[in-house]
């Protein structure tokens, strides 16, 4: 049985400053789980917000092993260390030497169980004493239809509530929104000469008969010309 613990501190790389105290018999695993911890379920808010700042940054804690103790000297050591770096602005929530709660095994017992809310609501229908007031009866409007003229003001106020609403735009705003879309492109030779001008890559596929998608992956750079066709963002 290995009765070895590690005394680790997790320094800071930016000021070169221990900035938290543990104690465990894997360190490396007690540390990835510090990272895993700051994310997912942090335990320890400070240092959780600490280990974040840092990654933000794209740089992680340093781990450093202080000292190597026996397991029945570990709390005494965690103890003087830590007041050793309280300096620091230590992210450690308390002075060190508490064991971890080992629920292992735990059960609740009978007594526990019977004083719980969840217990004593067992077995119970949730509107036996006090009777829901709609349980049983039937909703007032089943069997109702709504009358033409009803649905004809739902639909009016609906309309006045939304202005698009069943509106339909005028060919000169539609050509406003395409060209506001568009992306003007340009025909050039091997020398960079402009030698014609295209509002859009769909005029120039239906005059040149290209594919849209060849020419828009010509401008990006992904080919180098189609059909010796050679196309420009403008």
Excluded at 11 to 40: L, V, W
Excluded at 102 to 117: A, I, L, M, R, V
Excluded at 126 to 143: T, V
Aim: with cysteine; net charge positive.
């Amino acid at each position: 049985m290995n009765d070895e613990v590690y005394i680790y501190g997790l320094k800071c790389p930016e000021t070169d400053t221990i900035r938290y105290i543990g104690k465990s018999k894997t360190p490396k695993k007690r540390y990835a789980s510090h990272i895993f911890n700051a994310k997912h379920k942090p335990d320890n808010i400070h240092l959780s917000r600490w280990i974040l700042r840092l990654k933000k940054n794209n740089q992680t804690p340093l781990l450093v092993i202080i000292e190597t103790t026996e397991l029945i000297n570990w709390k005494e050591r965690e103890k003087y260390w830590i007041s050793f770096y309280f300096g620091n602005n230590l992210c450690n929530k308390n002075e060190g030497g508490i064991e971890p709660p080992d629920n292992t095994g735990f059960k609740w017992s009978d007594e526990q169980k019977s004083k719980h809310n969840s217990h004593k609501r067992k077995g119970i229908p949730q509107w036996e004493n006090i009777p829901h007031p709609l349980l049983g009866k039937e909703h007032p409007a089943k069997g109702q239809k709504r009358s033409k003229e009803f649905c004809n003001l739902m639909s009016k106020q609906r309309t006045e509530n939304n202005g698009m609403r069943g509106a339909k735009l005028s060919e000169e705003r539609i050509e406003q929104i395409k060209n506001k879309v568009r992306k003007p492109i340009v025909l050039i030779d091997n020398n960079g000469v402009i030698l014609k001008r295209f509002n859009s890559q769909k005029e120039a596929s239906i005059e040149l008969g290209i594919d849209s998608g060849n020419i828009s992956k010509v401008c990006n750079g992904k080919l180098k010309h189609i059909r010796n066709y050679i196309f420009a963002w403008a």
